[in-house]
């Protein structure tokens, strides 16, 4: 069983469109982190949270620690938001990382 | 803005060679990683490396594989004799405080191809 699951692994939308990814774990965790790599295979971290919510820009982040479970969410989503989005846990210093989801926006 | 850079960003190479790859990480940060990603694949951690030493390693981390950190501002991954399935996208990343407490920053990569 993975360590990290995410759901769904594609998911296409229309731009304007609020768009949900969703990540649940299994290990006991000490931050989650979401990053996001680009068709050319560059990696960007989004947020590192342990509790609770965080926002940036037209992203938001969520965690519930009881229930293992993560979301990130885009508002007003856009073509240049395509790209796969990947959630991952740590509980060393090691990240365990999901499978990643490919978003595609369309205009 | 700071990055980590990382070269060569693409490296061929025969079965049973050596290769290096280099990084140099963000210069205040205390904390360095590699990972990689087989094509298809997720990625996966190789090493952390902090004090200059070696912190965490997975099991792919095995005696064919080593790091250094030889003056301060790079960070290198050697394979000694590579093996087919070393094929893969390597990622170096650096942080100041260790990923249990902020993001990490990630290189562009190294397409390492073993033919």
């Known amino acids: 069983k993975n360590e990290v699951e995410q759901s769904p692994q594609n998911l296409t939308a229309q731009e304007g469109e609020f768009i949900t990814i969703n990540c649940s774990y299994s290990v006991g965790i000490s931050a989650l982190h979401w990053l996001q790599q680009h068709p050319g295979g560059g990696i960007v971290s989004l947020f590192m949270?342990?509790?609770g919510k965080k926002k940036h820009g037209r992203l938001i982040a969520t965690i519930n620690i009881q229930e293992k479970h993560s979301s990130l969410h885009i508002t007003a989503s856009h073509p240049r938001d395509s790209a796969v989005y990947i959630c991952?846990?740590?509980?060393?210093?090691?990240?365990?990382f999901g499978t990643g989801t490919r978003l595609q926006v369309f205009p | 803005e700071p990055e980590v850079t990382q070269t060569p960003s693409h490296q061929v190479t025969q079965m049973g060679q050596e290769v290096i790859l280099r990084c140099v990480p963000i210069s205040n940060h205390l904390y360095f990683y590699w990972y990689r990603q087989i094509l298809g694949q997720k990625v996966e951690f190789l090493v952390s490396f902090y004090n200059n030493e070696i912190s965490e390693k997975s099991e792919i981390f095995d005696d064919q594989f080593s790091v250094e950190r030889p003056d301060g501002s790079n960070f290198t991954l050697k394979i000694r004799s590579t093996k087919l399935e070393d094929s893969a996208m390597y990622f170096c990343?650096?942080?100041?405080?260790?990923?249990?407490?902020?993001?990490?920053?990630f290189g562009s990569g190294t397409q390492l191809s073993v033919l």
């Open positions: 990343a650096s942080s100041e405080q260790g990923s249990r407490d902020e993001k990490l920053f």
């Open positions: 991952a846990a740590t509980n060393t210093d090691k990240l365990i």
């Open positions: 949270l342990s509790s």
